[in-house]
């Protein structure tokens, strides 16, 4: 079993920057691949950012490319969402997964990831 943890949401004004930071512990083998998702009130959760397990390579929704960055840490259990120029439509809760990496793609899909954190709130005012 893998513990997700995700930190680092809060209310923020738009145009604002903020990094959420995600830690996976409790798997032998610390080299995962990571995602960033969210859920709006009212909508499906969707896909923000993924990483794959060493870092090399990165995917993004088209909403928010240019704006936000995926990175790991130096823990390879480690990765972090730096978001910049928010906008009043990044509200949600953020939501980091985990899988065991089966290839060296960044994973898109929430199906494929079975660890997730608890969720942390983005609000972000006009």
């Known amino acids: 079993q893998v513990q997700v943890v995700e930190s680092g949401g809060g209310l923020v004004q738009a145009g604002d920057s903020l990094t959420l930071s995600c830690a996976a512990a409790?798997?032998?083998?610390?080299?995962?691949?990571m995602g960033w998702f969210r859920q709006a009130p009212g909508k499906e959760r969707e896909f923000v950012a993924a990483?794959?397990?060493?870092?090399?390579?990165?995917s993004y929704a088209d909403s928010v490319k240019d704006r936000f960055a995926i990175s790991r840490g130096n823990a390879q259990s480690t990765v972090y969402l730096h978001m910049n120029n928010l906008k009043p439509e990044d509200t949600a809760v953020y939501y980091c997964a985990v899988r065991r990496p089966v290839s060296n793609a960044p994973e898109n899909d929430p199906g494929r990831y079975p660890y997730w954190g608890q969720g942390t709130q983005v609000t972000v005012s006009s």
């Open positions: 409790g798997h032998t083998s610390s080299t995962y691949a």
């Open positions: 990483i794959n397990w060493n870092g090399g390579r990165t």
